[in-house]
């Protein structure tokens, strides 16, 4: 069965930074293209980054780009978002999501999520 | 690309019909997706390339539409299908969620 699993979500302060994490299993994360997906408390949902199975092609959301960075590390079949310069709008749960193997641009599994929270 | 879904809210009796509108600010040709989210859950795929129910879906979802307008029809409401739903765009970098439908039970 295919999983995926968040971490690393929490409470942080306006300009700080933190690191999310989604480990996958039940399929060969090195052939996957992967993609995070946030939800503010009570709205809808806003794709923020995906990055290719290679790593050699990555996409940002405007709202994140400069501040947000993705990785992955195949070896340990770990999926990553660094935020930086966290902002109140960055608070919303992050859902990392496995591409389709038939494209890169829709998510076929979802992880639970983890929560983050900017606030002072 | 700017996808807008109506309506917001949509009040439907079990076993009735549903019809969800989706419509994109320009051509998406048919690289349109369907996601449904119950409270407390991830989204889960529904529908792909605007016609192709995901694996495991029930026969009675359906996607149409090409270009800029879409729907999902839930041909019969059942009591698991009262849910938000939300449309995606996979054309174009940014890709772009519209601001989802809620079904609920009438």
């Known amino acids: 069965e295919v999983q995926l699993l968040e971490s690393g979500g929490g409470l942080v302060q306006p300009g700080e930074s933190l690191r999310l994490s989604c480990a996958a299993s039940g399929f060969t994360f090195s052939s996957g293209n992967m993609h995070w997906v946030r939800q503010p408390p009570g709205k809808g949902l806003e794709w923020v980054s995906f990055i290719k199975n290679n790593a050699a092609t990555t996409y940002y959301a405007d709202s994140v780009k400069g501040r947000f960075t993705i990785s992955r590390d195949n070896s340990k079949s770990t999926l990553y978002l660094q935020m930086n310069s966290l902002r109140a709008e960055d608070t919303a749960v992050y859902y990392c999501?496995?591409?389709?193997?038939?494209?890169?641009?829709?998510?076929?599994?979802w992880g639970k999520g983890t929560t983050l929270t900017v606030s002072s | 690309i700017v996808m807008t879904q109506s309506p917001a809210t949509l009040s439907v009796s079990p076993g009735e019909r549903a019809s969800l509108s989706c419509r994109a600010s320009?051509?998406?040709?048919?690289?349109l997706a369907w996601y449904q989210q119950k409270p407390g859950q991830a989204p889960s795929l529904l529908i792909y390339d605007a016609s192709t129910r995901a694996t495991g879906v029930p026969a009675r979802f359906s996607g149409s539409g090409s270009g800029a307008e879409f729907t999902l029809t839930i041909s019969s409401l059942q009591s698991e299908d009262f849910a938000i739903y939300y449309c995606?765009?996979?054309?174009?970098?940014?890709?772009?969620f519209g601001g989802g439908t809620k079904v609920e039970i009438k």
């Open positions: 999501a496995k591409a389709s193997s038939t494209s890169w641009g829709h998510m076929d599994v």
């Open positions: 995606q765009q996979f054309s174009t970098w940014p890709l772009t």
């Open positions: 320009q051509s998406v040709s048919s690289k």
